[in-house]
């Protein structure tokens, strides 16, 4: 069973920053997916950014309307370790985020991590 473990989350006013680390004990060079999400009350979860692999193009990144040109996603495959690096941080970035990775047919999911901004 794979165990993703995200770190990083905590109080933070508008305008400052935030990154989220997610360590997973699987080797993330085989995943075909790595992904944010995240959670904020009485909604549903959102899809902040992720990589997926395959394909005649490869590895593709997506992110969201939402958070482009403040959120970027990185990887460090040697730690088995995926960020999400939050700039500008909105009071509407309130959520649980977890992150999230799949290999073949196995989705793994974090426990999350809880971001708060302040207005």
């Known amino acids: 069973q794979e165990q993703l473990v995200e770190s990083g989350g905590g109080l933070v006013q508008a305008g400052g920053s935030l990154r989220l680390s997610c360590v997973v004990s699987?080797?993330?060079?085989?995943?075909?997916?790595m992904a944010w999400y995240r959670q904020a009350p009485e909604k549903s979860r959102e899809l902040v950014a992720a990589?997926?692999?395959?394909?005649?193009?490869?590895?593709?990144?997506f992110i969201a309307d939402s958070v482009k040109g403040r959120f970027t996603i990185s990887r460090d495959p040697p730690k088995n370790t995926m960020y999400l690096q939050m700039n500008s941080l909105r009071p509407e970035d309130t959520a649980v985020y977890y992150c999230?990775?799949?290999?073949?047919?196995?989705?793994?999911w974090g426990q999350g991590t809880q971001v708060t901004v302040s207005s």
């Open positions: 999230s990775m799949k290999w073949g047919s196995k989705t793994g």
């Open positions: 990589y997926t692999y395959g394909g005649v193009s490869g590895e593709s990144i």
């Open positions: 699987k080797d993330i060079f085989s995943a075909n997916s």
